[in-house]
């Protein structure tokens, strides 16, 4: 291999509020010559996800935090293009956590097979990946079923379409909030839901309350703060939440104040359950057979927002903040 080079996003400082270009750099780097028992892997597409925010800040969190300096970390799936290790060879398609790079060297422990007869391969970053099994993990965790008025905020995202999706294959009624009629469209033409609403264009409560007038029994929560309480008024006796994400705080600068009508939670007798995909991986098998079979079936549509070249990593990325993408959001690098 003669002086290959890899371009690279590191994270140059932390950010104070919403991210800016200004807190990342790209960078070239030499790839070394491999060794026995490692894979050179060019990527081919690379995820960007809101939980990276968390990670750009100092202190300890549910997973460290990403280094200054050092080369940012995220899903990817690549090819393999030069193997010395016996389980992988060249053109096999793989997933890893060594995004936000052209190319990469690693162990085969680092690495995971995949079909790359599924197309496109991007699918295993969202329908097939994390948001994919995010969304799965959701449903269960509250145990969601056939009749059940389910809502989600941030429906047009990743994990949202896919979570409301799976919810109708389940049998329930779906109800999706999202921030423009664009994507209210494509919860209602393409996910099939059966009530979306712009929450920019009116009280969320009011919209929510036309959607579901006798009450929602699950909230899928994307999104916290307003949506959170919307969805602690419109939930009924005994109602479940699944406390999967709260994009509208990532880029606050201080702690805000909860919802005002967190009191529900007791007259209602309701449930809320935080989840972390990461504490699902003995579950991963039982995720790719159901959710797998049904995007080969065509009964799961995935849909996604492709940004091109490692240049534009950082745009896509501060994207998701600003409500860019129609569900998953990736960059394609070759």
């Not at 409301?164 to 393409?190: H, N, T, Y």
């Amino acid at each position: 291999m003669d002086k290959m080079m890899s371009r690279e996003i590191r994270l140059a400082s932390r950010p104070k509020g919403l991210p800016t270009a200004a807190n990342f750099t790209l960078a070239s780097t030499q790839i070394a010559p491999l060794q026995d028992q490692e894979v050179l892997v060019r990527n081919r597409f690379m995820s960007v996800d809101p939980y990276m925010r968390g990670r750009m800040n100092e202190g300890k969190s549910y997973i460290p935090p990403f280094e200054l300096g050092k080369t940012l970390e995220g899903g990817a799936i690549g090819e393999v293009i030069e193997s010395r290790a016996g389980e992988f060879k060249p053109g096999d398609a793989v997933i890893s956590s060594f995004g936000w790079r052209e190319f990469f060297i690693a162990s085969p422990k680092e690495l995971h097979a995949v079909n790359r007869e599924v197309q496109p391969l991007s699918v295993y970053l969202g329908a097939l990946g994390m948001t994919g099994m995010t969304a799965w993990v959701g449903l269960n965790l509250v145990d969601v079923k056939a009749g059940d008025v389910i809502f989600i905020s941030g429906a047009a995202g990743a994990v949202g379409s896919m979570a409301g999706q799976l919810a109708k294959l389940r049998g329930c009624r779906v109800i999706g909030s999202a921030g423009s009629m664009e994507k209210v469209l494509f919860l209602r033409e393409e996910c099939g839901f059966d009530f979306a609403f712009n929450y920019k264009a009116g009280p969320i409560l009011e919209q929510l309350n036309e959607g579901a007038p006798d009450g929602i029994d699950v909230y899928f929560d994307n999104v916290g703060g307003e949506m959170l309480e919307a969805a602690l008024s419109a939930l009924r006796v005994h109602g479940r939440i699944i406390a999967c994400g709260a994009i509208s705080g990532y880029n606050d600068e201080k702690s805000r104040s909860g919802p005002s009508n967190l009191f529900n939670i007791i007259t209602k007798r309701l449930t809320m359950k935080g989840m972390m995909v990461l504490d699902w991986q003995d579950r991963q098998g039982e995720f790719q057979k159901e959710v797998g079979g049904y995007f080969l079936s065509g009964k799961l549509k995935h849909r996604e927002t492709v940004v091109e070249g490692i240049d534009k990593a950082v745009d896509a990325f501060l994207g998701l903040f600003q409500g860019k993408n129609v569900g998953k959001m990736v960059v394609k690098l070759f």
